[in-house]
């Protein structure tokens, strides 16, 4: 009996030893845990826990529950939140390097945009995280954006022209949205369904899985697949959790997020392909016919500032991506 109770005892007390090495990193994002972003941190957070054998877990905080992106990236790199996985919307204003890749009509579509991110423009892009105080784990993906409104179809520029459109803090997509006669109103998406229900504003542009998870048939009458801009999304870390990592953790961590990019990536695809559809049985008008040589022709000026402040040659470089 007493050497079944000396076992029982050491057998608690190890058990107590590996809960209390436990680190449970808290892991926030803008929409739902069924979302793109919720299976790319899912995959991650499974990942990283079975990688570490339990040492490290995950608690999710979706549907902003931490906040806006530009928040939660700010607590990342304040130490404050351990994870986001965020749209490159707002991490422009940390790593002013990101902002190329949200240029309207940049990539021509998913291949050619998931080339760029992979490649070597993408992981240079990566590498200008942590000298701003943030780790980017990996790219991941919003997908690409299209407009929505209460008012109207939009087939051309013209049909914008007037329109109160929610956007990013983004001064990219707001310059090139001011070209198409868009009125672009800065908002964090917490607070967009309630604008949009409220009249604040007549539309917003997001992915079809945003449109989706959040719900905007709702409150919004009219869809337009612009895909005017590419919308990749990151993984970060702060680096109060990296800089704790073994080598070998950090490589776990590592081929997580690689494996959770390329989950979201594969629900996006999922979306995309089912979503349109689902998007009309919830009573959305489809355009589907939209003219892209119109849309592209009205930002040539915005081009001007963007070859100005990021190098035509560096642009070219994306373009050229086959």
């Known amino acids: 009996m007493k050497l079944g109770t000396l076992a ?8 107590a030893s590996a809960f209390a090495q436990t680190t449970t990193l808290k892991i926030g994002y803008a929409t739902t845990k069924d979302s793109h972003y919720g299976v790319g941190s899912t995959v991650f957070c499974d990942e990283v826990e079975k990688g570490t054998q339990g040492r490290y877990k995950c608690q999710h905080f979706p549907n902003s529950a931490l906040g806006g992106e530009r928040e ?3 607590a990342v790199q304040l130490g404050t939140q351990d994870l986001v996985n965020t749209s490159t919307g707002p991490v422009g204003n940390f790593v002013p390097e990101v902002k190329i890749v949200d240029i309207p009509f940049l990539f021509r579509d998913y291949d050619h945009a ?13 590498a200008k995280f942590p000298s701003k105080g943030i780790i980017a784990l990996a790219w991941t993906e919003n997908g690409f954006r299209h407009m929505t409104n ?26 090139g949205y001011r070209t198409f006669g868009i009125l672009p109103t800065p908002m964090a998406f917490p607070e967009l369904f309630g604008a949009l229900q409220q009249g604040t504003v007549d539309g917003q542009e997001n992915p079809i899985p945003v449109i989706l998870s959040a719900k905007f048939a709702q409150v919004q009458n009219h869809l337009s697949l612009t895909g005017h801009v590419y919308s990749p999304a990151l993984l970060l870390l702060s680096p109060r959790v990296w800089n704790k990592l073994s080598d070998a953790d950090k490589k776990v961590f590592l081929d997580a997020a690689r494996s959770a ?19 009309e049985k919830d009573g959305m008008k489809v355009v589907r016919n939209v003219d892209g040589n119109a849309f592209r022709e009205a930002l040539k000026p915005a081009y001007v500032g963007y070859a100005k402040e990021f190098g035509a040659d560096n642009i070219k470089k994306i373009s050229d991506v086959k």
Do not use: F, W, Y
Not at 150 to 175: Q, W, Y
Not at 264 to 271: A, C, G, I, L, S
């Open 8 to 15: 029982a005892c050491l057998s608690l007390a190890l058990s």
């Open 72 to 74: 939660q990236i700010e």
């Open 114 to 126: 998931r080339k760029v991110m992979d490649g070597p423009i993408g992981q240079d892009i990566l």
């Open 150 to 175: 209460s008012k109207r179809d939009i087939v051309k520029p013209s049909d914008a022209a007037g329109l109160k459109m929610r956007t990013m803090e983004n001064k990219v997509h707001m310059d």
């Open 261 to 279: 990019g390329a989950a979201q990536r594969k629900k996006v695809n999922e979306d995309e392909n089912n979503g349109i559809a689902q998007l």
